[in-house]
């Protein structure tokens, strides 16, 4: 029984021990750090409800407007370029030379359709060289 | 000790004019109707990524799986009460297919099918291209269940003389009637094999597909690209004509030189032969790890991916962690079938600490193998380069 009692202490003595070593061993361990955070939360879309009809889908698709620099041309930029899609399709892109801008336009006219009146043209180019390119553009 | 930032920094909004580094596209996690958090390349039309850690499996969940859209009249709903499937042009008898005629009057055939877009990974051209600039998640694989085309085309009855069958969904554009930008149409010529393997698919992964993936029936094209795949599939027309609608000429075309490869110069003075994209030249991804965790050197971890051609099967996954000087062959997982993702794995051990370099290569039962060599098209299409992750090994104590 003696002996029974006797060595759990010296168990216990010899934890002690470990731990004080531990807090030395552990000295660059971190704890408890937190920071507040900006990023990664959106709330959860809410579940669509069914009718059980012919109707399928019927949500609208949510726009995720991007801010445009600001400068001279944004507005005919925003107006002529949006009629067939967002300025995502602007600042997606990489940096492109300025040559390249002028192209992309003018395939949007020629190509695609876009009515864009002559002098409105050249300033919608202009902008976008002015903010879009490896030179120039910033954000 | 200094506090570290928390890890809740943003990454950049944009990259270039170098190559995008990372493995998916820069843009931020948005949510659309019937989908998972995916990644924003453009929100009208809506184009959406699939995020790197999907690719571990050899099914995309259809909440995951990319979205691609050329014009913003996309359809918000379909009412299947007026809706058909119609099967007209240089046809005997035109026909107008309900949902559920074709769900009956049709076998129904499975096949598991990789869908990836054309432009996959254009932002690792140099120099860059203008367009959707995708990383490498514009990509998927599914279980098409559907009917053969070939059934439907019988059902009509294709006149001869005929030489195309043009595809048209529910998709279209503000723009003018008759341009690019008023509606997306797709041609392939009847002589090609391909069209004896299309279907014409109503469940994706056994449900029916997200609205955005084309409900209500979608266009399967084996081993091609997604360009062919049409959503929203309501008109087949046959042509006696060749199709040189934008979207077929000049949109969608690759140089008609080995690899697809050409140059910028070469381009504009005007050397280069353009043909329609067809089949998708073999990829292989590492899904995990992503260089998200320190690997304690010595400790033996699983390296995780998929892989496809649109030539055949997959035979073989290689990795390398020597910059290439030596080969070692990952285990294959399932096989679905010639079109599907192959998943793969492969044991790997950083044996000290420092950073590793870890490739990984397929080669198919054609024989054909993944370069170490960035593609270039003026259309950013058809990249293939053998794929890398750079892994940080530490002390392990």
């Known amino acids: 029984m003696q002996m029974n009692r006797r060595v759990p202490v010296a168990v216990l003595v010899f934890c002690f021990a470990l731990t004080l070593a531990g807090v030395g061993m552990y000295a660059e361990l971190k704890k408890g750090q937190y920071q507040a955070a900006t990023l990664g939360q959106f709330p959860q879309t809410s579940p669509s409800e069914s009718l059980p009809d012919s109707q399928y889908g019927g949500k609208a698709y949510p726009l995720y407007a991007p801010e445009l620099v600001a400068g001279e041309g944004k507005a005919e930029v925003e107006g002529y370029c949006s009629m067939c899609h967002s300025a995502r399709y602007i600042t997606m892109q990489p940096p492109l030379p300025a040559a390249a801008w002028e192209t992309e336009v003018a395939k949007m006219k020629k190509t695609f359709g876009a009515t864009i009146p002559d002098e409105v043209t050249s300033k919608i180019v202009r902008y976008l060289q002015a903010h879009y390119t490896p030179e120039t553009r910033k954000q | ?397």
């Not at chain 2, 570290?4 to 659309?32: C, D, K, L, M, Q």
């Not at chain 2, 949902?99 to 009956?104: G, I, N, V």
């Not at chain 2, 598991?112 to 490498?136: D, K, Y």
């Open chain 2, 1 to 397: 000790m200094a506090q570290e930032p928390a890890s809740s920094g943003a990454i950049e909004t944009f990259t270039g004019p170098g190559a995008n580094p990372r493995w998916n596209s820069v843009g931020p996690y948005v949510t659309e109707p019937q989908k998972a958090p995916l990644l924003l390349l453009t929100d009208r039309p809506v184009q959406l990524e699939t995020p790197r850690h999907y690719f571990s499996t050899a099914f995309t969940p259809n909440d995951a799986f990319y979205v691609r859209w050329h014009l913003d009249g996309i359809p918000n709903n379909v009412d299947l009460k007026e809706w058909r499937l119609q099967i007209e042009g240089n046809v005997a008898k035109p026909q107008a297919f309900s949902l559920p005629e074709l769900m009956r009057k049709f076998k129904a055939v499975s096949i598991a099918a990789v869908n990836q877009c054309s432009g996959n990974s254009r932002s690792r051209l140099q120099p860059r291209v203008a367009g959707g600039q995708w990383g490498n998640g514009a990509m998927g694989n599914a279980m098409w269940t559907g009917v053969r085309l070939r059934e439907l085309l019988d059902a009509a009855g294709v006149k001869t003389g005929s030489v195309e069958v043009q595809f048209q969904g529910l998709e279209t554009g503000s723009g003018p009637k008759g341009m690019a930008s008023s509606s997306f149409l797709k041609s392939l010529d009847l002589a090609n094999p391909v069209l004896d393997e299309c279907v014409v698919a109503y469940l994706m992964n056994g449900e029916p597909l997200p609205m955005l993936n084309g409900f209500p029936v979608r266009l399967i094209v084996p081993g091609y690209f997604a360009t062919y795949w049409m959503k929203c599939l309501s008109w087949i027309r046959v042509l006696d004509t060749t199709d040189e609608n934008f979207w077929m000429k000049p949109g969608y075309r690759i140089p008609d030189t080995p690899k697809g490869n050409t140059t910028p110069d070469d381009v504009k003075a005007g050397k280069v032969n353009m043909v329609p994209i067809a089949k998708m030249p073999v990829r292989s991804f590492l899904a995990s790890p992503d260089g998200s965790s320190k690997i304690p050197a010595g400790m033996t971890v699983t390296l995780r991916g998929i892989a496809f051609s649109g030539y055949g099967r997959v035979t073989r996954v290689e990795i390398s962690d020597d910059g290439g000087k030596s080969w070692s062959a990952a285990k294959l997982g399932e096989d679905y079938g010639a079109y599907s993702f192959r998943t793969w794995e492969a044991a790997w051990t950083p044996k000290s600490p420092g950073k590793h370099t870890v490739a990984v290569r397929a080669t198919d039962e054609k024989g054909n193998t993944q370069p170490d060599a960035p593609v270039w098209n003026p259309g950013g299409y058809l990249w293939n380069r053998i794929e890398k992750q750079e892994l940080v090994a530490g002390i392990a104590g």
